[in-house]
């Protein structure tokens, strides 16, 4: 794991303790994890918390396995000639490299997502967009795959990856447990979007707008359409669309789409109702529909969601 100053401490802390487990859960040392600094001087992430590099960039593993970009805490500042050769060595040794949150900066800046699915936190995601206009952007993923690339959005979006990945080499059976472990409320796929819609419902300033949505979350196969809800609300829809839009940043239909797919996600993780049955309860109406809800947000049907998770 590369780090730059002024890091988020938990992209780094949150990645390594994800492997870490996977070895202890395992039972054996599936992953040797290494921090490497341009410098050998203690790392200050943004929090004030210090991390000490295991090693610099001159004395590196020549060809790590995985290699993880982090990023800065805000768009990271372009790094320096001896960094750009070292990450674009290191992606082209390893079998799989990316980046964490703005980590996709730096790997952009080494010239390696150019015609490239890639993704980033979506506070930042404008500007990744307009400095790299060759890399084809998806500012609303938790994380992406392309090929041995991968990038994930900010934060709590990097265990996911990782998560990810260990199922990837070691089975679903390990990162569940390790899920399990670090007690994660739900282990995410990378199609997901950054938008929560269980966030957003915590959110409203307004006391009528939070009432609907905290209903809306416990009524998912009731009528949720605009007009029923601007009633629940005591609102004209119009207005109540508006203000909506206002306090949320979403639609009412938008939020009732993530709503009853996170809901049906949850059945499909949990239950082994058929998918039909699945769908009628998470109000997505017919297994049909909801199949191509699901491959409208989330990119796989049901099925495939149930097959994973």
Known sequence: MFAPADLHSLEISGVMDAFHEANRQSGQ????????AETCEPIRCASGVRIVPDCTIDDAPAAADTVFITGSYGIPETPSDRV?????????AARRFGAV??????????GLID???????WDYADALGARYPAARLDADAIFIRDGALFTSAGVTAAIDLALAL????????L?????????????????????????????GRRTPIEQVQRWAAEHPDADLGTAALAARAAMSPRNFTRIFRQ???????????RLRIDFARRLLEETDLPLA?????????????ARRAFLRVLGITMRQYRDRF
């Open 84 to 92: 750009l050769a070292w990450i674009g060595e290191q992606a082209h």
């Open 29 to 36: 040392p599936l992953y040797d994890l290494c921090v490497v």
């Open 247 to 257: 306090e949320t940043g979403a639609t009412p239909a938008e939020f009732v789409q």
């Open 166 to 173: 260990i199922e990837e080499d070691h089975g679903r059976d």
């Open 115 to 121: 015609g490239r699915r890639v993704t980033t936190h």
């Open 175 to 203: 990162a569940m447990a390790i899920a399990r472990h670090m007690v994660i409320y739900l282990k995410r796929p990378g199609g997901q979007s950054q938008y929560s819609v269980h966030l957003v419902a915590q959110t």
């Open 277 to 289: 049955a699945v769908a009628r309860a998470a109000g997505l109406g017919t297994a049909a529909s």
């Open 101 to 110: 949150c703005t980590g996709t900066f730096l790997i952009g800046a080494a």
